[in-house]
């Protein structure tokens, strides 16, 4: 039983690394779907690990290098390629070599990675993350990247299909992302100490909007979860403020 959570959190890894090839060969809702899978991976490593009682040190830090890969990694990627589309560059089809504009904006993407590594170091050192965090969560992240592809995939928004084609909103949105997970911004944690409301406000209202979202505009609603998950976060951290 011992070795249920680091085989969940290895399974978070390969989904991690099956998804980058996808996306590395033109597949990007195949690989925003293997992202997810990794997630729930690594929901359940966690889970088993408190549910067992094994906690580990190589468990934590392979728990975070996991998380680089499918959280950090594997999102840039797929940006990487949306990118090259608002560009309207294509090289999985007769483009030998990166050149030109291509090859410049694999430095804006690598970003992504290079943040992420800093928030799971940090995060690794901060006692003080048990109940919330400071800055985006990785695989909050990453949601934020793949409900992009999974949204446009299922519907034919307008405003969605402007914001994906637009160059500067997506080189604005990856920086944006990046950044915000070496912030100091006050996030909700996504774990339950207990499943009463008292405690739990703020995460039961934030699952509730999402499932209302969901309900009347479908997965056209995937983008709205990270905006909502911050918006929520803020104002509950505010309002802890005050009454303490």
């Known amino acids: 039983m011992k ?5 969940l959190t290895s399974l978070n890894l390969a989904s991690g690394f099956i998804a980058i090839i996808f996306a590395a060969n033109g597949y990007l809702e195949r690989a925003s779907w ?10 359940f490593d966690g889970f ?30 797929i940006l990487y390629n949306l990118l090259l589309a608002s560009f309207h560059i294509n090289y999985f089809h007769g483009q030998a070599t ?8 694999i430095f804006i993407p ?26 985006l969560p990785t695989p909050a992240n ?6 992009l592809v999974i949204a446009a995939n299922y519907s034919s928004m307008p405003l969605l299909k402007s914001f994906m084609e637009s160059p500067a909103v997506m080189i604005i949105y990856t920086i944006v992302l990046s ?15 207990s499943l009463k409301f008292r405690g739990n406000e703020a995460r039961y ?13 479908g997965l056209t609603a995937a983008p709205l979860i990270i905006p909502v998950y911050i918006i929520i976060s803020l104002i509950s951290d505010s309002i802890s403020t005050k009454i303490h």
């Open 205 to 217: 209202i934030l699952i509730g909007i999402v499932l209302v979202s969901f309900l009347i505009l």
């Open 98 to 105: 990166i050149t030109g504009i291509a090859a410049i904006l």
């Open 48 to 77: 088993s690990a408190r549910l067992f009682k094994a906690y580990s040190e190589i468990g934590k830090e392979l728990d975070s290098l996991a998380d680089i890969v499918s959280f950090g990694i594997a999102p840039a990627m």
């Open 110 to 135: 690598v970003l992504m990675p290079v943040c992420a590594a800093l928030r799971l170091a940090r995060f690794n050192v901060d006692d003080t993350q048990t109940k919330s965090f400071k800055g």
């Open 142 to 147: 990453a949601i934020a990247v793949i409900s």
């Open 179 to 193: 950044v915000l997970m070496v912030t100091s911004l006050p996030l909700l944690s996504n774990k339950f100490t």
């Open 34 to 43: 293997l992202i997810l899978a990794a997630m729930v991976f690594d929901f």
């Open 3 to 7: 070795h249920i959570p680091n085989l």
